[in-house]
C-alpha cells in the first residue's frame, strides 16, 4: 500500500502545545516539509522568538537557540555571518516582529541577511493571553483593546509584508494562509520557496502566514478559520508581494 | 611579531581581540568607544571575519549572541547608554551559557550625563545589569597594556565559564596613548565547544536556551550558574597589591582611580606615612580574600572612586570585623577627575599615626 501521509523526517513526534483550532502547528509542519524536501535538516540552525513559538526546538528536529523578545532576526544574522553554508530560520509572532522587534526585522531585511523569517501573524498577542498587537484588525477587541481597536486610539493595522517590500534588501516576501486546503497548498510552495531563495544565496525572505488564535479571539475553531477568511484576509492580502530573479541585475545569487 | 606600540587604550582592546581570535565585531558608535570600531571595520574583513555596525546596541548584543552560539569568538563595545540598552542582551547570554565579551568604556549617567571618564557602571557590571540572578566576568584594566592583556583573558574566561565577559574601563584608559607590548599572554586551556549550533549532523540536536518552565528545573540552572560564579572566585580572581606588609592605611580602587591613587602612594611614602594600595583588576570576581587577609593587621581602609560610592560596598563586606573602611568619591562629569594631592588630603584626614 502507498504512503499517502506521514510526519515529515524533521518534525519531532511530540505532543503539542498549540491550542485546538491553532494555526501553528500546521505552519510548524510546512517548515519541516521545506527543509525536509531541500534536504538541509542536518545543516539547518532554528532562532526562537518569544511568542508561542518559543518552543521551537520541542517541534523541529534541528539546532536551535532561543533570542530575546523581538530579537531573532539580529541573532539569525550573527549566526548566518559565521556560519554561511548553514540554513537560518526563525518564527515569529506578530507582537515579535510588528512591534518590539521593528528596528530588527527592518533592518535584517534592509542588509539583504541571506536568513528566512517565517512569521505568524494572528492579529493578538498569543501567548501573554490575547493583548492587542500592531496587527489586530480595526474593530477587533482584545483584552486591551476591550472597546475594540479604533483608529483614533491604536491606529491601523501593520502590515509588514507591504512595508519590507518596499526594501531592497528584501529577496522574497509574501503572505499567505493556511485557513483550507488551497491555501495550505499555497503557503507550502511559499515557504519552500523562501528557503530556496536562502539556499541560493538570494538574501532576506519572509513570509508571513496568517494564523487563528481560537483561544483568544473567544472564538470555535471554525468560526476563527471563518474569520481569517472574512476579516483578514481583506485587511492582509494574500500572495507574492517581492521576488528577486535569479541571476538579475539585483539579486546576489 | 612582538612589537611595542603607541596607541590609544582603544586601539589596544580592538587589537587584543584580534589577536585573541576574535573575527566577529557588532557595535553602534557612542563616544568614546568609537575607535574600536572604527579599527576592526578595517581589520576583520581583510581577515575573513566580518564588521557589522548595527541599528543599535540591542541589534549588536543579540548579533553577538547569535555569533557566540554559532562558536565564534565576538565582542561587541559601547558605553553608558548604550551599555544599559545591551543588558537584557548579556541576561540571555548569561542564562543561555554564551561566551562573549562586551567592552564599556565608561561615560557618565544618569541619562545622558557627559562623557568624561566615570565609575558609576560598578554596580550595573558586577550585580547582574540586567534581570535575573547572574554575573558578568569583570575585569578593570588600568593602562594601555592593560587594556590589550585584559581583553585577551577576556575571551578565554569567556570560553572557560561559558559566560560573558566584560571589560570595564573609562574615556581616560580609552583615549590616553601609550606604549602597549603586543604580546599575546598564553592562551589558557579551554574545553571543547561540544554545545556549538552548527546543523544537527551525526549528533542529536543542540538547543541553546534560558526558558525553564519544568518543576524546579529553572532552581538547578540558577545553582549551576552560582556554582560557575564560586569557581571563577577560586581560580580566577586577580589583584595587585602595593606595600601592603606595614601599611597602617591601604587604598582600594580600581582602573583609572588606581593609577592616580598611585601617585599619591608614591608622596604619601616619601613623607613617611604608611599606605597600600589593593587594585581589583577582577571586579567580579571581587578579590574577597585579599582584602580579608590584609584587613587583620591593618584596620584602616580608604576606598577612591569616580563616583559616589560602588565598590566600597563589596571592600565592606569583604574586610575583617573591626576595620573601617572610609570613602572618598568624586561623581564623574567634566573637571571631576581626583588628583594625586587631592587623594593624599583625605588620607591625611583619616590618617592616625601609630601610637607605637
Ligand atoms: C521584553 C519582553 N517584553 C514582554 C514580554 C512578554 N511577552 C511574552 S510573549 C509576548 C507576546 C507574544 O506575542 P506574539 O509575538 O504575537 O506571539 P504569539 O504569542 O501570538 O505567538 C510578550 C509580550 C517578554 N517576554 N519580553
Given amino acids: ?253 | 611579531m612582538l612589537k611595542k606600540v603607541f596607541i590609544k587604550g582603544n586601539e589596544a582592546i580592538a587589537r587584543a581581540a584580534v589577536d585573541a581570535g576574535c573575527r566577529y565585531y557588532f557595535g553602534y558608535p557612542i563616544t568614546p568607544q568609537s575607535d574600536i570600531p572604527e579599527y576592526l571595520s578595517k581589520v576583520l574583513p581583510k581577515l575573513g571575519g566580518e564588521f557589522i555596525q548595527a541599528e543599535s546596541e540591542i541589534a549588536s548584543i543579540n548579533m553577538l549572541m547569535g555569533a557566540s552560539a554559532a562558536g565564534a569568538r565576538s565582542m561587541t563595545s559601547s558605553s553608558g547608554p548604550g551599555i544599559s540598552l545591551k543588558q537584557e542582551g548579556l541576561s540571555y547570554m548569561a542564562g543561555s551559557e554564551l561566551p562573549g565579551v562586551v567592552v564599556n568604556v565608561a561615560r557618565c549617567g544618569p541619562g545622558l550625563g557627559g562623557i568624561a571618564p566615570s565609575q558609576a557602571e560598578y554596580f550595573q557590571a558586577t550585580k547582574g545589569g540586567g534581570h535575573g540572578d547572574y554575573r558578568l566576568i569583570v575585569l578593570a584594566p588600568e593602562s594601555g597594556q592593560e587594556m590589550y592583556d585584559l581583553t585577551f583573558k577576556a575571551f578565554d574566561l569567556a570560553d572557560k565559564y561559558r559566560n560573558p565577559a566584560m571589560i570595564l574601563a573609562d574615556g581616560m584608559l580609552g583615549q590616553m596613548k601609550e606604549p602597549v607590548l603586543l604580546q599575546p599572554p598564553r592562551k589558557m586551556d579551554l574545553p571543547d565547544k561540544d554545545w556549538v549550533l552548527s546543523g544537527a549532523k551525526g549528533r542529536p540536536q543542540n538547543i541553546i536556551k534560558s526558558l525553564y518552565l519544568g518543576d524546579k528545573e529553572l532552581e538547578r540552572h540558577t545553582w549551576q550558574l552560582w556554582e560557575k560564579y564560586q569557581r571563577m572566585k577560586k581560580e580566577d580572581v586577580m589583584f595587585e597589591a602595593r606595600e601592603i606588609k606595614d601599611a597602617r592605611l591601604i587604598i582600594a580602587a580600581f582602573g583609572s582611580c588606581a593609577r592616580i591613587a598611585k601617585s599619591t602612594l608614591r608622596q604619601a611614602r616619601a613623607e613617611g606615612l604608611k599606605v597600600g594600595l589593593i587594585r581589583p583588576i577582577t571586579l567580579f570576581p571581587f578579590p574577597e580574600e585579599i582584602f580579608r587577609q590584609a584587613s587583620i593587621d591593618t584596620k584602616m581602609f580608604l576606598t577612591i572612586e569616580m563616583n559616589t560610592g560602588q565598590m566600597v560596598e563589596d571592600v565592606r563586606l569583604s574586610v575583617s570585623p573591626g576595620t573601617v573602611v572610609y570613602f572618598y568619591g568624586r561623581p564623574p562629569g567634566a573637571g571631576s577627575l581626583p588628583s594625586p594631592d587631592e587623594i593624599l588630603r583625605e588620607i591625611k584626614k583619616v590618617y592616625e599615626p601609630s601610637s607605637e
Avoid at chain 1, 164 to 183: M, Q, T, Y
Avoid at chain 1, 210 to 232: D, F, I, Q, Y
Wanted: one cysteine or more; aromatic letters at 8%; hydrophobic letters at 40%.
Fill in chain 1, 1 to 253: 500500500m502507498k504512503k499517502v501521509f506521514e510526519r515529515p523526517k524533521s518534525l519531532k513526534d511530540t505532543p503539542s502545545h498549540f491550542c485546538p483550532g491553532c494555526h501553528s502547528g500546521l505552519i510548524h509542519r510546512l517548515v519541516a516539509e521545506a527543509i525536509d524536501y531541500f534536504k538541509i535538516q542536518e545543516r539547518t540552525i532554528g532562532v526562537a522568538s518569544v511568542g508561542c513559538s518559543v518552543f521551537l526546538y520541542n517541534y523541529l528536529d534541528v539546532d536551535v537557540i532561543e533570542a530575546p523578545h523581538g530579537r531573532a532576526p539580529a541573532v539569525c544574522t550573527g549566526i548566518k555571518r559565521v556560519r554561511k553554508q548553514n540554513i537560518v530560520f526563525t518564527i515569529q509572532g506578530d507582537g515579535d516582529l510588528a512591534a518590539i522587534g521593528t528596528s530588527e526585522i527592518i533592518h535584517t531585511a534592509n542588509r539583504g541577511e541571506n536568513i528566512t523569517v517565517i512569521f505568524i501573524n494572528n492579529a493578538v498577542y498569543g501567548m501573554t493571553g490575547g493583548q492587542m498587537a500592531p496587527t489586530t484588525l480595526l474593530g477587533q477587541r482584545t483584552t486591551t483593546s476591550p472597546y475594540g481597536r479604533d483608529v483614533q486610539q491604536e491606529g491601523y493595522p501593520v502590515r509588514m509584508v507591504e512595508l519590507l517590500s518596499g526594501l531592497e534588501g528584501s529577496a522574497f516576501i509574501a503572505r499567505a494562509a493556511v485557513n483550507k486546503p488551497a491555501n495550505l497548498m499555497k503557503a507550502k510552495k511559499l515557504i519552500r520557496r523562501a528557503f530556496e531563495m536562502q539556499i541560493n544565496n538570494m538574501g532576506f525572505s519572509m513570509v508571513e502566514v496568517l494564523s487563528a488564535c481560537p483561544t483568544n479571539w473567544g472564538l470555535k475553531p471554525l468560526e476563527a478559520n471563518r474569520r481569517v477568511e472574512e476579516e483578514m484576509i481583506p485587511c492582509f492580502p494574500l500572495g507574492v508581494f517581492k521576488e528577486k530573479i535569479q541571476g538579475s541585475e539585483d539579486s546576489r545569487g
